[in-house]
């Protein structure tokens, strides 16, 4: 039931540009046309209908601020996502099966202790909004919901040998 045609077309643009020497901005687009090429009857899947779980845009901002501290480099990070709004099953295409567009926040810092070993602190999903990234219909009308990650910290050695 699985086995019908799609098609899927769309751009992604993605650019970097230097404010100052130290401040890097990265900025990076996607769209997306994901569009079903036959019927599936089985399904309930006619031709033309959007594909599930394809957001029809993403796009990507990022701030790089490098700097010396204690006379060794530095960075400190700021990014946004942002994802368009998709369904996440063909089955009962309505409302209840939406996924919203979301936006997540990070922020990250790095600090080169030497040529071999730096450290660095991530903090993912900043402002710790609540991100649906699949819902389903259950049996008895229940909803099955799959979240994405809350805020996260992470502290980060890595050494190079």
Do not use: C
């Not at 480099?73 to 939406?98: L, M, P, T």
């Amino acid at each position: 039931s699985n086995a019908a045609t799609a098609q899927s077309q769309g751009f992604e643009f993605e650019s970097s540009y230097y404010i100052t020497p130290d401040l890097k901005m990265t900025f990076n687009y996607g769209y997306t046309e994901a569009k079903m090429t036959a019927d599936v009857p089985r399904l309930d899947i006619e031709s033309g209908e959007e594909m599930a779980m394809v957001p029809k845009y993403n796009a990507y901002l990022a701030l790089d601020q490098g700097f010396s501290l204690w006379d060794h480099q530095a960075f400190i990070r700021a990014d946004i996502s942002a994802y368009g709004r998709y369904n996440s099953d063909f089955i009962d295409k309505r409302e209840v099966d939406e996924i919203p567009a979301y936006e997540s926040v990070n922020l990250s810092g790095r600090f080169e202790i030497n040529d071999r070993t730096q450290i660095s602190l991530h903090i993912n999903n900043l402002l710790d909004e609540e991100i649906i990234t699949y819902k389903q219909k259950g049996k008895g009308g229940n909803q099955w919901l799959r979240y994405g990650n809350d805020r996260n910290v992470t502290l980060r050695l890595d050494y190079i040998f």
